[in-house]
């Protein structure tokens, strides 16, 4: 241990101890935790569970055959363990779903080459074809008219190529004291990762961007910006483009390098006038067709576009062979351990099931995935070893459709606990409106989320919560890890406890060591086991484990932030 660390632990003793000095103190069953512990620690599954589901079950794209083939294990794995009521909570929208059959692209001339890509999901197939490859080089509306009636039967690339660099930071990172001493003495604010809607509001526009761009950019009417800003408004059309000019299929380059690249879903080509929450999304029954999209490694594409502006003429041999279901529900995994006294009331943990397809899922969010479900395991064996039992009940939630706009978490939260009606984003929590809550409401008692990779639990985001602090601070200290010592008052987002944190449930992520997360796992194709760190996911299961005994067995419930505001709350 270091000796900045070992100051920041006193500092954070201190504190915890004046904060435990004027609120009621928190009693923890340190003889239940070494228990959860030993257990945890010594003889964990974790990552035979996440070698499973990802290697075997992996990947997991929401409304897939895969999704629900990986979810029958699950729900088979959580039995087995002892819970209670494993079910499926079937929700809509609906969704098609979407499996990749078989795939190759590659370079035939001038020079064969073999390219690193991966079609988008949702996308339609392309029968073995070998056509001539263009770059729509389009940075002005009036730069289209050169390309009308040359695109037919070709493959279009239309992105700009990436300006690769070497990388001189690491890639994979660990929190600095000095980053998590920051964070601990924070105001409320947003964090990493922040929420979907961000600056923008609710339902923002290309034009309405502009306009609270102005607010904060003195310079946003020089040459270089205004430029950048066209390219952003034909960047939307270059897709529509290609489309009505009967292209053969549409071709990015991937954001990443080394071979790594980013790959999520298909884009239905539509006015950039509609606002971002009210378009079709590819997996809609209701999307029209729409032309083949494949994702290019940066350097393989980028190779095309010099060969293609040196008047080379380039062709490419491409085969994609998908196959899609009919429109149906989508549904998250729940399974409980029963309470006693108290079991009407429920603690929960939870994760998202569901991932992209370019790698297996495994960090996103196997990870969460398998700590979650350790952590029923942990539990379970523990109660039955040690005569352990749980006051009020443990219920876990593996949620699917995280990546299309956290649509199962929101959809089972708006069923089981409330929503808030009125609201332009379809009156999902988190947005407007007045909440209407069911009987369930008050007995939950507080959620647990896991979900930014492999990284280590380095503490928890109270998400603006101040009353938990001193609970936390009691827990972690009980768990005793001086690495995972951190709570920061402010909001993290981008998944799935915001969907109880919107109506004013407690709904908590852990703050996590980023490691690879951001650079080369998170919707990435190198999103796969080996990425995956055992002794950080041992910790994380057995904290969340932890966490959910130590909740259920409160003498009260989990402190409440105050009603948030945007409408009364009607039971």
Same mark, same amino acid.
Request: aromatic share 10%.
């Given at each position: 241990?270091?000796?900045?660390?070992?100051?920041?632990?006193?500092?954070?003793?201190?504190?915890?101890?004046?904060?435990?000095?004027?609120?009621?103190?928190?009693?923890?069953?340190?003889?239940?935790?070494?228990?959860?512990?030993?257990?945890? +620690?010594?003889?964990?599954?974790?990552?035979?569970?996440?070698?499973?589901?990802? @290697? &075997?079950? =992996?990947? #997991?794209? $929401?409304?897939?055959?895969?999704?629900?083939?990986?979810?029958?294990?699950?729900?088979?794995?959580?039995?087995?363990?002892?819970?209670?009521?494993?079910?499926?909570?079937?929700?809509?929208?609906?969704?098609?779903?979407?499996?990749?059959?078989?795939?190759?692209?590659?370079?035939?001339?001038?020079?064969?080459?073999?390219?690193?890509?991966?079609?988008?999901?949702?996308?339609?197939?392309?029968?073995?074809?070998?056509?001539?490859?263009?770059?729509?080089?389009?940075?002005?509306?009036?730069?289209?008219?050169?390309?009308?009636?040359?695109?037919?039967?070709?493959?279009?690339?239309?992105?700009?190529?990436?300006?690769?660099?070497?990388?001189?930071?690491?890639?994979? +990172?660990?929190?600095?004291?000095?980053?998590?001493?920051?964070?601990?003495?924070? @105001? &409320?604010? =947003?964090? #990493?990762? $922040?929420?979907?809607?961000?600056?923008?509001?609710?339902?923002?526009?290309?034009?309405?961007?502009?306009?609270?761009?102005?607010?904060?950019?003195?310079?946003?009417?020089?040459?270089?910006?205004?430029?950048?800003?066209?390219?952003?408004?034909?960047?939307?059309?270059?897709?529509?483009?290609?489309?009505?000019?009967?292209?053969?299929?549409?071709?990015?380059?991937?954001?990443?390098?080394?071979?790594?690249?980013?790959?999520?879903?298909?884009?239905?080509?539509?006015?950039?006038?509609?606002?971002?929450?009210?378009?079709?999304?590819?997996?809609?029954?209701?999307?029209?067709?729409?032309?083949?999209?494949?994702?290019?490694?940066?350097?393989?594409?980028?190779?095309?576009?010099?060969?293609?502006?040196?008047?080379?003429?380039?062709?490419?041999?491409?085969?994609?062979?998908?196959?899609?279901?009919?429109?149906?529900?989508?549904?998250?995994?729940?399974?409980?351990?029963?309470?006693?006294?108290?079991?009407?009331?429920?603690?929960?943990?939870?994760?998202?099931?569901?991932?992209?397809?370019?790698?297996?899922?495994?960090?996103?969010?196997?990870?969460?995935?398998?700590?979650?479900?350790?952590?029923?395991?942990?539990?379970?064996?523990?109660?039955?070893?040690?005569?352990?039992?749980?006051?009020?009940?443990?219920?876990?939630?593996?949620?699917?459709?995280?990546?299309?706009?956290?649509?199962?978490?929101?959809?089972?939260?708006?069923a089981v606990f409330g929503r808030r009606e009125g609201d332009a984003g379809g009156g999902f929590p988190g947005g407007g409106g007045e909440l209407k809550t069911t009987p369930e409401y008050d007995k939950l008692s507080v959620y647990f989320n896991h979900d930014n990779g492999s990284g280590r639990i380095r503490g928890i985001y109270l998400q603006g919560n101040e009353a938990a602090r001193p609970v936390?601070?009691?827990?972690?200290?009980?768990?005793?890890?001086?690495?995972?010592?951190?709570?920061?008052?402010?909001?993290?987002?981008?998944?799935?406890?915001?969907?109880?944190?919107?109506?004013?449930?407690?709904?908590?992520?852990?703050?996590?060591?980023?490691?690879?997360?951001?650079?080369?796992?998170?919707?990435?194709?190198?999103?796969?086991?080996?990425?995956?760190?055992?002794?950080?996911?041992?910790?994380?299961?057995?904290?969340?484990?932890?966490?959910?005994?130590?909740?259920?067995?409160?003498?009260?419930?989990?402190?409440?932030?105050?009603?948030?505001?945007?409408?009364?709350?009607?039971?």
């Amino acid at each position: 241990m270091t000796h900045t660390v070992t100051r920041i632990i006193v500092l954070l003793s201190l504190v915890s101890g004046y904060a435990l000095a004027q609120t009621p103190r928190e009693k923890v069953d340190t003889a239940a935790v070494a228990k959860i512990k030993e257990e945890g +620690l010594k003889n964990s599954h974790v990552m035979e569970i996440l070698s499973t589901l990802s @290697d &075997v079950y =992996g990947p #997991r794209l $929401g409304w897939s055959p895969e999704f629900k083939r990986a979810a029958d294990w699950a729900g088979k794995e959580l039995k087995g363990w002892g819970l209670q009521n494993v079910h499926y909570h079937h929700w809509a929208p609906l969704g098609r779903g979407w499996s990749l059959k078989n795939f190759y692209a590659m370079v035939k001339t001038p020079v064969p080459y073999p390219v690193i890509a991966y079609p988008a999901a949702w996308s339609p197939g392309v029968d073995e074809t070998e056509a001539d490859v263009v770059y729509l080089d389009v940075k002005k509306p009036e730069d289209f008219d050169a390309y009308k009636g040359k695109l037919k039967g070709k493959y279009v690339l239309l992105s700009a190529p990436a300006e690769v660099k070497p990388h001189f930071e690491p890639l994979a +990172l660990r929190l600095a004291d000095s980053v998590l001493l920051k964070m601990a003495n924070a @105001d &409320v604010q =947003g964090g #990493r990762r $922040g929420g979907r809607r961000g600056l923008f509001g609710r339902v923002p526009t290309l034009d309405s961007m502009f306009t609270i761009m102005r607010q904060f950019a003195p310079d946003i009417d020089s040459p270089a910006v205004i430029m950048r800003w066209q390219e952003m408004q034909v960047n939307p059309r270059k897709l529509e483009f290609a489309q009505n000019e009967k292209a053969l299929a549409a071709i990015t380059e991937g954001r990443g390098d080394g071979g790594t690249l980013l790959v999520q879903s298909a884009t239905v080509p539509q006015s950039a006038d509609i606002p971002f929450n009210q378009r079709i999304a590819p997996y809609d029954q209701k999307a029209p067709e729409i032309i083949p999209q494949v994702v290019f490694a940066s350097e393989h594409y980028n190779r095309i576009v010099r060969m293609l502006r040196m008047g080379e003429k380039v062709r490419l041999d491409m085969n994609l062979e998908v196959a899609t279901t009919k429109a149906d529900s989508g549904f998250d995994i729940i399974g409980e351990i029963p309470g006693t006294d108290l079991k009407d009331e429920v603690v929960m943990i939870g994760a998202h099931f569901d991932s992209w397809h370019s790698g297996t899922g495994a960090t996103d969010n196997g990870t969460g995935t398998a700590a979650c479900m350790e952590a029923m395991r942990i539990l379970g064996t523990v109660m039955k070893s040690a005569g352990l039992k749980p006051r009020r009940t443990i219920r876990i939630g593996l949620w699917g459709s995280e990546e299309e706009g956290l649509i199962g978490s929101r959809e089972y939260v708006s069923a089981v606990f409330g929503r808030r009606e009125g609201d332009a984003g379809g009156g999902f929590p988190g947005g407007g409106g007045e909440l209407k809550t069911t009987p369930e409401y008050d007995k939950l008692s507080v959620y647990f989320n896991h979900d930014n990779g492999s990284g280590r639990i380095r503490g928890i985001y109270l998400q603006g919560n101040e009353a938990a602090r001193p609970v936390f601070r009691s827990w972690f200290t009980a768990y005793g890890d001086p690495t995972a010592q951190t709570i920061t008052i402010q909001n993290t987002g981008g998944t799935d406890h915001q969907s109880f944190d919107g109506i004013g449930l407690p709904g908590f992520q852990f703050i996590q060591d980023p490691l690879e997360y951001d650079s080369r796992t998170h919707h990435y194709n190198m999103d796969v086991f080996e990425r995956a760190q055992e002794p950080d996911m041992k910790q994380a299961a057995t904290i969340i484990a932890v966490f959910a005994y130590t909740a259920a067995n409160r003498d009260a419930k989990f402190p409440r932030k105050p009603m948030p505001s945007g409408g009364q709350r009607t039971p």
